[in-house]
């Protein structure tokens, strides 16, 4: 085998590395997309050519098969031809007894916070050693603050090869929703013209409440409860679920209930999309469900929206004080042109938001990663992503009032 290490080197030489490599391959551009988003000082980097492939990629799920995400899209090779993945020549299974561990082509550590047992949290052991051609891979859905309880991210050191997350860096992206627009070209024009008609949509005036919340934590990371009492000293917010009063369905944030739905797009003009952790790229569905639906998101988070909805298309929170967040949805529901733009792009983009969509996209696109030309990989460190090192920070109190 034919090998490269390039350890702690300029990410320019590091290019022009992977450039002589891949040179007359047809999926350069990907490598070079894959390599730039993911390209850290604390990885250390090989590159190396393989011999012959394994036709189909064996994928072994550590634990975790029963998470909504893995249900959603299945086991076996027949979960990649069902969910008409590109590449179909994976098989994924969750029983370790099949094949020793070094066998797989990837081993898949589900990092969960609803484990509730030690064995739950042990991660592989490789007696015979690693196998350097697999690769393992971090994966959750959930952000840092949510596994600090459960996992010491010190202790895992050299021992991912790939991350399967919603961050943007993830070598396999696992986001919750996506909204992408139905025409590739969109015109600054046409969204002003856009713009401009759906002021006459008439969304508005049927709604005779403020702003609705659903929600089931009360006292989060992120402090989005102290934003939220704030708030509601000038406007009013309808709170439902158990931190609330007021009830809809049970455990709506995780399943969909149309009539609950059905409820909020005809009485309320708003929605706190707020998330329980402001950790980087953490959006989650409680932003991508309301974008599905008739009514306008407020949010309340650590990611960057516009990079996952289109302009003019929810109001971030974030950059007011509640009294003035307040004072500005007051405006809006006031006025009824200025509330409807916001829908302006409802015909032209489509929105992603479910757990079988999310879960379509991430393993099919785990699959076709493993059939591309071997970019080898490990992390150094999770820690300062994903343990102690995290960047999530709870709002300022300073800022609130
Ligand atoms: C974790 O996976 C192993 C192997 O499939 C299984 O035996 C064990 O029961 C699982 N642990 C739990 C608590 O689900
Ligand atoms: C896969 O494609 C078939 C045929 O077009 C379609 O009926 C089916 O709903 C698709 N499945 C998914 C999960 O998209
Ligand atoms: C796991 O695989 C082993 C070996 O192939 C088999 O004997 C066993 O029945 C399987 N377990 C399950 C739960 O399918
Ligand atoms: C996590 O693991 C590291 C390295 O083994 C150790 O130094 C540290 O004390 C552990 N932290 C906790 C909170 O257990
Ligand atoms: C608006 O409020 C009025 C009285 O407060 C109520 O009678 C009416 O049904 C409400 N309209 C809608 C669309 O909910
Ligand atoms: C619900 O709580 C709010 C704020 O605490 C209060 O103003 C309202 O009267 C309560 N509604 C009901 C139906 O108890
Ligand atoms: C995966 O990571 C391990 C541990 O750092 C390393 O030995 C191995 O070469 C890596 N394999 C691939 C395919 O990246």
Known sequence: MLGLAINKISPVKTVILILLIAVGSL?????LLHFALSSKPHQSTTVQLRPQQNPIKSILLWNGSDRKEVRAFGLGQQAFINQNCTYTQCDMT??????PIEHYDAVVVVFNDEFTSEDQLRMPQF???RNPNQRVVFFTQESPVALKAYYNMTELSNFFNWTMTYRTNADVPFIYGRITAKSIDLKAEEIARFRGKARRRGAGPSRNKTAAWMVSHCNTHSQRETYVKELSKHIDVDIYGGCGNLSCALDVLHHSDP???DMLESNYKFYLSFENSLCPD???EKFFKIMAHDILPVVYGAADYTKHAPPHSFIDAGKWKP????????LLDANDALYDEYFWWK?????EFSVNDMSRHGFCDLCQKLHEPAISKSYKELASEWGDGNQCKPFHPS???
């Open 27 to 31: 999926v350069l551009p990907n490598i």
């Open 94 to 99: 969750d029983n370790r007894s099949e094949h």
């Open 127 to 129: 007696k015979n050693g």
């Open 259 to 261: 009539q609950c739905y």
């Open 282 to 284: 953490y959006v989650t």
């Open 323 to 330: 009294r003035e967040l307040a004072t500005y949805l007051k």
């Open 347 to 351: 015909d032209h983009y489509r929105v």
């Open 399 to 401: 800022t609130i009032s």
